[in-house]
Nanobody, 117 residues
């Protein structure tokens, strides 16, 4: 079992910044795991925002490139998403995700990000 807990969401003005945190626990090797952030806006499908491999190779959705940065701290079993220059289109529930070596997907409970003046 893998347990993911997100935090750091909130209300921010356009152009502002937020940092989301995801702490992982359970019976898996965090340092080997591909970790990612997804988001789901009202009425839309869940989409991949950013991912990071065990070797810290990152990938981003085109819509967030240059504004968001994903990073990981293997000592703390934590993955961060630094979000800058936020736009109203970034408003969504953000979910932490991992896929185990056995192919099981795990999700956190989500954290709400609202960008509004």
């Amino acid at each position: 079992q893998v347990h993911l807990v997100e935090s750091g969401g909130g209300l921010v003005q356009p152009g502002g910044s937020l940092t989301l945190s995801c702490v992982a626990s359970g019976t898996f090797f965090f340092s080997n795991a591909y970790m990612s952030w997804y988001r789901q806006a009202p009425g839309k499908e869940r989409e991949l925002v950013a991912g990071i491999t065990r070797d810290r190779i990152t990938n981003y959705a085109e819509s967030v490139k240059g504004r968001f940065t994903i990073s990981r701290d293997n000592a703390e079993n934590t993955v961060l998403l630094q979000m800058n220059s936020l736009k109203s289109d970034d408003t969504a529930v953000y979910y932490c995700n991992t896929i185990t070596a056995a192919g099981w997907w795990y999700w956190g409970q989500g954290t709400q990000v609202t960008v509004d003046s």
